[in-house]
Each structure stands twice: as structure tokens, then as C-alpha cells.
């Protein structure tokens, strides 16, 4: 069975400790892997979507990566503003999206 | 600007009665969707359409009915049939590029029965 696993469930971090986030999948036929963030009590807002093994995307302080297993998130310098849960997906045909149960990230000034 | 409104907010029904959460786009996307999220869970998909006048059961539709009337309207019906109704509702929608398979969402309906 497809399934998206994501680790840790939650993590906390000082203002400026880097680290990274994971996303395991097993799925067949992978067509993207999407990032989201998702504020508490709001609707998630797309990151990243990453298509093959190999390719990289930035955005400010977050650098996601893929491989044929999994993808990381990598969270360089965070700033309390970073906080929130991330979400990864993963696109198996046309309408199938399967999501993670996310990581919680807080970062402490 | 463009986007996804669900309305409202915040929803509270007592139980044995349907409620219908509100979901609009002005994206001109083609496909949109109803997720479910329960805290500790990912999202589930409840029902997804591509097209006016055509939808397709997700992964846990019973106790859910939508309708898609128009391309910017998808509203979702909860019955008195679903078991465990209070949850966050989530709605999503996306372009009909076929290499794009991005969602984009809205802000979300906070549905609690008793």
C-alpha cells in the first residue's frame, strides 16, 4: 500500500539551529512530491513541488530535496516566524494526493 | 486578488442534522477537492471534481454528497450519516495543466456536532 511517512512528528529548535525534516514514501508511479506549511487553524500553503530524484528547490530559509525514497526539508538558520506544521504530499496519478500526517515544528527565540 | 473562500469558519450543528460548507474559487481552476483533517492524521480526501457536473468519491465519502454546479462553486454536503462529522474541512483546487499537479487551498471550515 502507498503510503507517506513523515519524521519527526515533532521538533523543536532554537532561533538559528539548522536541521531537516524527512518524508518517506512508498508509492508507485511517483508523478511529484509537494511541500506545504500550514499555519494553526489555516488551510496549508504550497512550498515546493519536487518531480525526480535529484532535483532541489529553494525558498528563503527552506531547501527541499528529493530522492527515489524520500525527500528532505531542510531548514537553514530558522527564525521563530518559521514555526508552523509541514505537510509533504506525494502525486500518484491525476487526482490521488496522499498526504503525511506532518511534522510541528517550533523554534525558539 | 485570486483565490479560495470557505465559508464560514467556524460551524456547529447538533447532531441528526446536514450541514453544507461553502467553498469558492476565483482561479478559473478546473479541479477542485474536499479534504478532511483530524489532529495526528494526514489529509483524507473526501470528494474531488474535474469538471462542472462531474465528481468522484475519495478515499471517505460516506456520510459526505458535493455538488458541482458551476466551475467556481463546490460546495460539500455533511449528512446525518457521517459517524464523527466534527473536523477541520479543507477545499482545494487546482489548474487543469496536466503537468502541474499542484493544489492550492483555502482557509478552512471548523465543523463541531454535538
Known amino acids: 500500500e502507498d503510503q507517506v511517512t513523515q519524521s519527526p512528528e515533532a521538533l523543536r529548535l532554537q532561533e538559528g539551529e539548522s536541521s531537516s525534516l524527512n518524508c518517506s514514501y512508498t508509492v508507485s508511479g511517483l508523478r511529484g512530491l509537494f511541500w506545504y506549511r500550514q499555519d494553526p487553524g489555516k488551510g496549508p500553503e504550497f512550498l515546493f513541488t519536487?518531480?525526480?530524484a535529484g532535483e532541489e528547490k529553494e525558498k528563503e530559509r527552506l531547501k527541499a530535496t528529493l530522492t527515489k525514497k524520500e525527500s528532505f526539508l531542510h531548514i537553514t538558520a530558522p527564525k521563530p516566524e518559521d514555526s508552523a506544521t509541514y505537510l509533504c504530499?506525494?502525486?500518484?496519478?491525476?487526482?490521488?494526493?496522499?498526504f503525511g500526517a506532518g511534522t510541528r515544528l517550533t523554534v525558539k527565540p | 486578488d485570486g483565490g479560495i473562500t470557505q465559508s464560514p469558519k467556524y460551524l456547529f450543528r447538533k447532531e441528526g442534522q446536514n450541514v453544507t460548507l461553502s467553498c469558492e474559487q476565483n482561479l478559473n481552476h478546473d479541479a477542485m477537492y474536499w479534504y478532511r483533517q483530524d489532529p495526528g492524521q494526514g489529509l483524507r480526501l473526501i470528494y474531488y471534481?474535474?469538471?462542472?457536473?462531474?465528481?468522484q468519491k475519495g478515499d471517505i465519502a460516506e456520510g459526505y454528497s458535493v455538488s458541482r454546479e458551476k466551475k467556481e462553486s463546490f460546495p460539500l454536503t455533511v449528512t446525518s450519516a457521517q459517524k464523527n462529522p466534527t473536523a477541520f474541512y479543507l477545499c482545494?483546487?487546482?489548474?487543469?495543466?496536466?503537468?502541474?499537479?499542484?493544489?492550492?487551498f483555502g482557509p478552512g471550515t471548523r465543523l463541531t456536532v454535538t
Open positions: 482545494a483546487s487546482r489548474a487543469g495543466d496536466p503537468f502541474s499537479y499542484e493544489q492550492y
Open positions: 471534481s474535474q469538471i462542472v457536473n462531474d465528481f
Open positions: 504530499a506525494v502525486q500518484r496519478n491525476n487526482n490521488d494526493m496522499r
Open positions: 519536487l518531480y525526480s
